[in-house]
């Protein structure tokens, strides 16, 4: 996939920082982009946290305004709430074990029985049993409260079990299909823990307590407002740091108090190099897309910021897993639980695969007949390309030839305009956006259904995950997948994926000479049949 952070375009002066007075007044902050914190007062871009009431805030003036009214407020004092003095030794571990109650317990039979019916596949020492439900978990109320609010009733099956092992402080390596809500397993231990011991540990400073790394700013964005969502009215705060965003943002805000750390290595390595911040109490870090991270491009930067934090407990995710991903989760941690959901390394089972032959001249003429097909066409839908040029190309040529309003978003677009034309992509002002690799890993395009694969990625995972953009949770969504000769490295793969699923293998794709000899599910090799007859 693109691997945009190490752009040298993402990279600011060191001297931003001193150069960005604050505002003082309302009038001078822009708006709020989508995914932004907003001002408490007037809902501009909250740049900057009220130190007295941790609320975000675009500039003096709200500032000012904000504690008049509170100071307005009659209500009675909140009596203090009582300090717990806790022994000087692992204080997190301590917190955990005496927050989250010991979950009812089933027998064995009856766990295995669970995990079997919800495939859950797990291995390790010691793996804790899976949740039934958040309300039981020894989750503080006001979380799930904020669950229940955004309408997660019942915890999906990785939820089930990466919760209660991730409260009982295992580091993790976790498979599970795109779409089966793997960003709230981890989400929720972080939010309890950080909350838990913010309102316990009264301490001046709020230095980061988890690091969540991710290889897009896109997905960080996501992740982060999902952050937000499910932390809402708990001490916990986070920060956003990317590239193409102000630095000096960043550090004012990790500087002025936060919990959480949500960003992509390059831009992370950049802040900490640039600026001394405190990393000490950070005990959980987090690799979001796990073996994309550990790939060469990314997997120094991982480790660099692995190497400046003191034995955390390290979690990892990913709807592909490999075994060299394993061998590595092994390293970052001790006693690493292994847990897989569902279909991992495997496309999700609702999307239909469609995969069709087309010469590379006619791609384009074949994407304008499916997208002017009533039939065929179910915006909003995703294309996905693997140039930068070639995305801007296509999605004008989409829009000269179908009157179809088309964004673009790539690795070479600006911040704020990749965060607009996301904003007129989920709002539905446009109903198509063309891409690279950028939005293939990790977004929640929670409306698509369709996704078309107008070239072919470079590798079976990136497919599975590009793939996975059109279903979630279980909801069917299709992907028309466009192959040639071009794309031959894939074709072994590409037939053995396409076969489990039972989808439909075109003609050409199957008589190929790439394609012979494929193990069948047992193991053996495919039975030639005589010259002609393939
Ligand atoms: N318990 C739940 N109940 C209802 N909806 C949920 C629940 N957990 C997650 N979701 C929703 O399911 C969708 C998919 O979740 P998420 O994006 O975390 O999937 P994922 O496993 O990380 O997928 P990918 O591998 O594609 O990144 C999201 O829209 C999320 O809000």
Not at 72 to 94: F, G, Q
Not at 187 to 205: G, N, W, Y
Not at 336 to 352: D, E, L, M, T
Request: some cysteine; aromatic content about 4%; hydrophobic content about 35%.
């Amino acid at each position: 996939m693109e691997q945009e952070e190490n752009h040298p375009g993402d990279y600011l002066p060191c001297n931003e920082l001193e150069e960005t007075p604050v505002k003082e007044r309302c009038f001078e902050q822009r708006e709020a982009l989508p995914g932004e914190p907003c001002c408490a007062i007037c809902g501009r871009y909250g740049e900057y946290i009220c130190d007295q009431t941790d609320d975000d805030i675009c500039s003096v003036e709200c500032k000012t305004v904000l504690l008049s009214r509170l100071s307005a407020d009659t209500k009675p004092a909140v009596k203090a709430a009582k300090r717990v003095n806790l022994p000087v030794c692992d204080e997190s571990v301590c917190i955990r074990d005496k927050i989250f109650p010991k979950i009812p317990t089933m027998h064995d039979g009856q766990i295995a029985s669970l995990r079997s019916k919800l495939d859950i596949c797990v291995n390790g020492e010691d793996v804790p049993d899976p949740i039934m439900c958040f309300s039981s978990s020894g989750l503080p109320e006001k979380l799930v409260l904020n669950l229940e609010s955004a309408g997660y009733v019942m915890p999906t099956p990785v939820q089930m079990q990466v919760i209660p092992a991730s409260i009982c402080n295992r580091s993790l390596l976790v498979s599970a299909d795109t779409g089966s809500g793997k960003t709230a397993s981890f989400l929720v231990p972080i939010i309890a823990h950080c909350s838990q011991l913010r309102s316990q540990k009264c301490t001046d400073k709020r230095g980061p307590l988890a690091i969540i790394l991710a290889p897009t700013r896109e997905l960080c964005l996501q992740v982060e407002e999902q952050a937000k969502v499910l932390g809402k009215g708990l001490p916990f705060k986070t920060a956003l740091v990317v590239g193409g965003d102000p630095l000096a943002q960043q550090i004012y805000r990790i500087e002025n108090g936060i919990e959480l750390i949500v960003g992509t290595p390059g831009r992370l390595i950049d802040l900490l190099m640039k600026h001394n911040v405190d990393l000490s109490n950070v005990n959980v870090f987090v690799l979001d897309e796990v073996d994309c991270l550990l790939e060469r491009g990314f997997r120094d930067q991982a480790m660099q910021i692995f190497q400046a934090l003191s034995h955390p407990q390290v979690m990892m995710f990913s709807a592909t897993v490999n075994s060299e991903v394993e061998k590595l989760s092994n390293s970052l941690a001790k006693n690493v639980i292994h847990i897989s959901c569902g279909n991992p390394n495997k496309p999700c089972k609702s999307v239909k695969q469609v995969v069709i032959w087309v010469e590379s001249k006619q791609k384009k003429q074949k994407i304008f007949e499916i997208m002017t097909s009533k039939q065929h066409f179910k915006p909003p839908a995703v294309v996905f390309v693997n140039s930068r040029v070639g995305a801007d190309l296509l999605s004008e040529a989409i829009t000269v030839a179908t009157g179809l309003e088309v964004v673009s978003i790539h690795g070479d677009k600006t911040m704020s305009e990749r965060r607009e034309s996301m904003r007129r992509f989920l709002t539905g002002e446009v109903s198509v956006v063309v891409c690279t690799g950028v939005l293939g890993r990790g977004m929640d395009l929670l409306k698509v259904r369709q996704v078309i694969l107008f070239d072919m990625p470079n590798s079976i995972d990136e497919y599975v995950h590009q793939v996975g953009r059109a279903s979630r949770m279980g909801v069917e969504g299709m992907a028309i997948v466009f192959v040639n000769e071009e794309d031959r490295n894939l074709f072994r793969e590409l037939v053995q994926v396409l076969k489990t699923a039972g989808a439909p293998i075109p003609r050409e794709l199957a008589n190929s000479k790439y394609t012979t000899g494929i193990p069948l599910g047992n193991g053996r090799k495919r039975k030639l049949k005589s010259r002609g007859h393939t």
